[in-house]
Protein backbone atom coordinates (compact mmCIF):
# COMPACT_ATOMS: atom_id res chain seq x y z
CA UNK A 1 0.00 0.00 0.00
CA UNK A 2 1.72 2.77 -1.36
CA UNK A 3 -0.93 5.42 0.63
CA UNK A 4 -0.23 4.10 4.10
CA UNK A 5 1.34 6.71 6.60
CA UNK A 6 3.62 5.28 8.43
CA UNK A 7 5.41 7.15 11.88
CA UNK A 8 8.50 7.20 12.78
CA UNK A 9 8.72 7.80 17.39
CA UNK A 10 12.38 9.31 17.18
CA UNK A 11 11.47 11.38 14.02
CA UNK A 12 10.47 14.97 15.71
CA UNK A 13 8.11 15.80 12.79
CA UNK A 14 8.66 18.83 9.88
CA UNK A 15 10.05 22.48 11.65
CA UNK A 16 11.29 21.10 14.85
CA UNK A 17 15.16 20.39 15.65
CA UNK A 18 14.77 17.98 18.83
CA UNK A 19 15.16 20.96 20.78
CA UNK A 20 13.00 20.88 24.16
CA UNK A 21 9.75 22.64 24.06
CA UNK A 22 9.95 25.99 26.64
CA UNK A 23 6.86 24.23 28.42
CA UNK A 24 9.42 21.37 29.30
CA UNK A 25 10.94 20.92 32.36
CA UNK A 26 14.55 21.81 32.03
CA UNK A 27 17.12 23.04 34.78
CA UNK A 28 18.50 26.10 34.87
CA UNK A 29 22.17 27.76 36.85
CA UNK A 30 20.82 30.28 39.85
CA UNK A 31 22.75 33.04 38.37
CA UNK A 32 24.35 34.16 42.48
CA UNK A 33 24.78 30.28 43.85
CA UNK A 34 25.73 28.87 40.54
CA UNK A 35 23.54 25.83 41.99
CA UNK A 36 21.21 23.98 38.96
CA UNK A 37 17.24 23.75 39.56
CA UNK A 38 14.22 23.28 37.59
CA UNK A 39 12.51 26.92 37.45
CA UNK A 40 8.74 27.41 38.25
CA UNK A 41 6.94 29.67 36.13
CA UNK A 42 9.19 32.58 34.75
CA UNK A 43 11.77 32.06 38.15
CA UNK A 44 15.43 32.70 37.66
CA UNK A 45 16.71 31.89 40.67
CA UNK A 46 16.29 29.13 43.36
CA UNK A 47 15.18 30.32 46.07
CA UNK A 48 14.06 33.70 48.14
CA UNK A 49 17.64 33.70 49.37
CA UNK A 50 19.43 34.50 46.32
CA UNK A 51 16.62 36.30 44.76
CA UNK A 52 17.36 38.90 47.86
CA UNK A 53 21.03 38.63 47.58
CA UNK A 54 20.79 39.38 43.79
CA UNK A 55 18.78 42.22 44.46
CA UNK A 56 20.94 43.83 46.99
CA UNK A 57 23.62 43.09 44.77
CA UNK A 58 22.28 45.21 42.02
CA UNK A 59 21.00 48.17 44.56
CA UNK A 60 24.32 48.70 46.17
CA UNK A 61 26.49 48.46 42.62
CA UNK A 62 24.86 51.96 41.75
CA UNK A 63 25.61 53.62 45.01
CA UNK A 64 28.59 55.83 44.66
CA UNK A 65 30.04 57.67 47.32
CA UNK A 66 30.39 61.31 46.50
CA UNK A 67 33.51 63.23 48.20
CA UNK A 68 33.29 66.95 48.26
CA UNK A 69 36.03 68.58 49.13
CA UNK A 70 36.64 70.78 52.05
CA UNK A 71 35.82 74.48 51.15
CA UNK A 72 38.95 76.55 50.35
CA UNK A 73 39.06 80.81 49.83
CA UNK A 74 40.14 81.13 46.23
CA UNK A 75 41.48 84.91 46.88
CA UNK A 76 45.04 83.19 47.58
CA UNK A 77 45.84 81.19 44.34
CA UNK A 78 43.86 83.85 42.35
CA UNK A 79 45.92 86.35 40.22
CA UNK A 80 44.97 90.51 39.53
CA UNK A 81 45.99 92.84 37.29
CA UNK A 82 45.89 96.24 37.16
CA UNK A 83 44.32 98.17 34.16
CA UNK A 84 46.26 101.25 35.07
CA UNK A 85 50.76 100.36 35.45
CA UNK A 86 50.18 96.70 34.39
CA UNK A 87 51.56 94.93 37.70
CA UNK A 88 50.21 91.43 38.89
CA UNK A 89 49.31 90.43 42.70
CA UNK A 90 48.99 86.97 44.06
CA UNK A 91 45.75 87.05 46.56
CA UNK A 92 45.59 90.63 46.58
CA UNK A 93 43.05 92.52 44.92
CA UNK A 94 44.53 96.17 45.59
CA UNK A 95 47.33 97.53 43.60
CA UNK A 96 50.45 98.34 45.65
CA UNK A 97 51.72 101.27 43.27
CA UNK A 98 48.31 102.92 42.16
CA UNK A 99 46.11 101.57 45.41
CA UNK A 100 43.48 100.82 42.78
CA UNK A 101 41.50 97.75 42.74
CA UNK A 102 42.93 95.72 40.15
CA UNK A 103 40.68 93.05 37.95
CA UNK A 104 41.16 89.36 38.21
CA UNK A 105 43.51 87.32 35.61
CA UNK A 106 42.83 83.84 36.89
CA UNK A 107 44.13 81.57 39.28
CA UNK A 108 48.06 80.96 39.52
CA UNK A 109 51.06 81.52 41.51
CA UNK A 110 54.04 82.75 41.84
CA UNK A 111 56.83 81.63 38.87
CA UNK A 112 59.36 79.95 40.66
CA UNK A 113 62.20 81.60 38.92
CA UNK A 114 61.34 85.48 38.97
CA UNK A 115 58.97 85.24 41.40
CA UNK A 116 55.95 87.04 39.82
CA UNK A 117 52.78 86.50 39.66
CA UNK A 118 51.31 83.76 36.76
CA UNK A 119 48.01 82.72 35.65
CA UNK A 120 47.17 79.10 34.91
CA UNK A 121 46.24 78.98 31.20
CA UNK A 122 43.48 76.26 31.05
CA UNK A 123 44.38 76.03 27.11
CA UNK A 124 47.46 75.16 28.12
CA UNK A 125 46.68 72.47 30.64
CA UNK A 126 43.95 70.78 28.40
CA UNK A 127 41.65 70.96 31.23
CA UNK A 128 38.81 73.03 32.37
CA UNK A 129 39.46 75.00 35.22
CA UNK A 130 36.75 75.57 37.38
CA UNK A 131 36.16 78.98 39.18
Known amino acids: MSGDLTTNASDPGPGRAGSPSCH?????????????????????????ACRAAAYR??????????????????????????????????GDPRCGDCGTLMRRVGFGGLCPCCDEAVAVDPEMLGQEVIA
Open 24 to 48: DAVTMTCPVCQHSFTPVGRQKYCGD
Open 57 to 90: RRRDASTVTVIIPKAQPRRPVTVYECDGCGARAL
